[in-house]
């Protein structure tokens, strides 16, 4: 290869590397006030729901929840198909702007006690429209990232967006520690308005990086060469209905794991006596650790392959979660906090990191955007209600032996991901 050809292949590749770094740090930076709404939720939520009704209210919470998941799934068919269809770049740009906006715009919600049952309607219309521009942001930012960078680097930059939420589960908390600081009163009137007026910042932050980017070079070839399907989402279905059913598998054992591990312990903790202080800095370290590992587990991938280290994170998460609840019982500060840590911020970690190129690589990338969106977003919708369910299960066997079911979900998980690669790199053998 001349020269000025090594010269200009090195510039395509800082072009790209560029171009995939910031589609990585936006999706970061919408997380945070997110992630506070969930914090805050105490102080937000009472002031847009009815007072005298506490039954009442839980109610409406319940059905708030029920339909962010649903959500999920159709926005995921909905973007993937815009994706796929029409433009990869400004699909993300809406994303962020409809997510962001919906935050920012909870924040303006007058309370119940001015508008009646507007706020609690208003309330869940706005989580709504959130959970269905949740869904198709993150598969289009894995995706972006996978499309813009050489073979040999793409495990890594796909799993980057992975530590999105991680970073939100780090900053968010730190801000709300700091809004906590306030008087009483203070807080109660304006003060846990602060979080979600700093994330409009972010918004118009990560809108600007966004408008940056350049559509995805895959997108461009296909649409060169006339090769732009009209209806994705049928396609998928019709070629791909195993990679669908499977990636689904994959996501439903992940998120329920991490609901357990996450949001259920923290009630559980509660009640046996562990302070709150102490989870939400276990859990805090937990994400820090996932900071540097996803990526590391998907510059892994690069070398190895994606199934192997997805197995191995996998395995160790599943050893590490049958003794996560034993470890909560003792009630002993360090064993509370590797509790946390090792199976979230290692296990977790080196499973997620193969995840993003693992499902990309499942489906042509004519479909790509619908694939992904359809299995990520229908096993986690699944995952969704593990909250609920996991209660029944904990009062029916107890804690020692949830611990065991969450570990046969994620060798089921393993099963799902190992048939997957398989039939994909089959699929691709194929001339």
């Known amino acids: 290869m001349c020269s000025r050809c090594a010269r200009s292949a090195q510039r395509d590749t800082w072009r790209r590397h560029r171009t995939a770094a910031p589609t990585c740090s936006s999706r970061r930076g919408g997380r945070p006030a997110v992630t506070t709404l969930a914090r805050l939720g105490t102080r937000v939520r009472p ?38 269809r029409f433009d990869r770049k400004q699909v993300l740009v809406a994303t962020l702007l409809l997510m962001g906006g919906a935050t920012v715009l909870i924040n303006c919600l007058p309370g119940f006690a001015t508008i009646g049952f507007w706020a609690p309607t208003l309330l869940v219309v706005l989580r709504l429209v959130q959970g ?15 499309e813009h960078v050489p073979p040999g680097r793409r495990g890594f930059f796909a799993s980057l967006p992975q530590t999105g939420l991680s970073a939100g589960l780090v900053l968010g908390p730190l801000v709300f520690l700091l809004v906590a600081l306030l008087p009483e009163e203070q807080l109660n009137s304006w003060g846990w308005r602060i979080p979600f007026w700093a994330g409009s910042i972010l918004l118009v932050v990560g809108l600007a990086i966004r408008n940056r980017i350049e559509e995805s070079p895959t997108f461009r070839e296909h649409a060169a060469a006339d090769e732009v399907p009209h209806a994705p989402l049928v396609e998928v279905l019709r070629r791909y209905p195993r990679e669908v059913l499977l990636a689904t598998g994959v996501m439903a054992g992940i998120s329920v794991a991490t609901y357990v591990n996450l949001a259920y312990s923290v009630s559980f903790t509660a009640e046996i006596g562990i302070p709150h202080w102490l989870v939400l800095t276990a859990i805090l370290l937990s ?137 994909s790199t089959a699929r691709r053998a194929v001339p």
Do not use: K
């Open 47 to 84: 002031r847009l729901l009815p007072e005298p009704r506490p039954d009442r209210r839980r109610a409406v919470l319940v059905r708030d929840v029920r339909r962010r998941f649903v959500a999920r799934p159709l926005g995921g068919t909905l973007f993937g198909h815009l994706g796929d």
């Open 132 to 146: 269905l521009a949740y869904a198709g942001d993150w598969d289009g930012a894995v995706l972006m990232s996978f």
């Open 287 to 423: 994400n820090v650790v996932q900071l540097a590992a996803a990526p590391w587990a998907g510059a892994l991938s690069d070398r190895f392959g994606r199934r192997p280290v997805f197995l191995v994170g996998v395995v160790a998460w599943e050893v590490l979660t049958a003794a996560f609840f034993p470890m909560l019982l003792t009630g002993n500060p360090v064993l509370v906090l590797l509790a946390y840590v090792l199976p979230h911020g290692i296990g977790y970690s080196i499973a997620q990191g193969p995840i993003p190129s693992m499902y990309i690589e499942a489906f042509d990338s004519r479909v790509g955007y619908s694939g992904i969106s359809m299995g990520f977003q229908l096993g986690n919708t699944l995952g969704g209600f593990a909250p609920f369910l996991t209660t029944l299960v904990y009062e029916a066997i107890g804690a020692t032996l949830l611990g065991a079911c969450v570990s046969v979900l994620l060798i089921g998980a393993g099963l799902c991901a190992t048939l997957l690669v398989r039939i």
